[in-house]
């Protein structure tokens, strides 16, 4: 179906060209994307680390929970991801998902573990909890 004109926005793209210059160019696309991958990563461990070397979190409780509601949202399309289009590249991403989703498991332990009474104050540990699971359920429903 052709869509009219008056209806693309200046300055959009063909998404199928855009697919096509991606499988293109995987190979470099991929290696700038291992570059901001391990620098992302050597960032976010640097945190972890810290977080129990000092016995607290350093990531912050909101951007926990946005990012594990955004990588397990990710991780459960595995199959549109893996078998329903054809860049390796998207692959890949999902492959990096899981090891975000264990980042993020990690940091929440720390939370639950180490700054509840900061980031759910006057909490017992069951209530602080309920109220994890509740904010992160709150957050995939803001994501979907």
Not at 20 to 37: K, R
Not at 56 to 75: K, N, R, V
Request: hydrophobic letters at 55%; proline letters at 4%.
């Amino acid at each position: 179906m052709m869509v009219p004109d008056i209806f693309i926005p200046k300055g959009s793209y063909d998404a199928a060209t855009v697919v096509a210059l991606t499988a293109q160019n995987a190979t470099p696309i991929f290696l700038i994307g291992l570059i901001a991958f391990i620098g992302g990563f050597l960032q976010q461990f640097g945190a972890i680390w810290a977080g129990f070397r000092d016995r607290s979190y350093g990531i912050p409780l909101i951007c926990t929970l946005w990012s594990f509601a955004h990588d397990m949202t990710y991780l459960s399309n595995w199959r549109h991801w893996m078998f329903a289009n054809d860049l390796e590249v998207v692959r890949w991403a999902w492959v990096q998902m899981l090891l975000y989703g264990a980042r993020e498991l990690t940091v929440g332990y720390q939370i639950l573990s180490y700054g509840r009474r900061e980031a759910f104050p006057g909490m017992s540990l069951p209530q602080v909890v309920v109220a994890y699971v509740l904010l992160q359920l709150f957050a995939f429903a803001l994501l979907c």
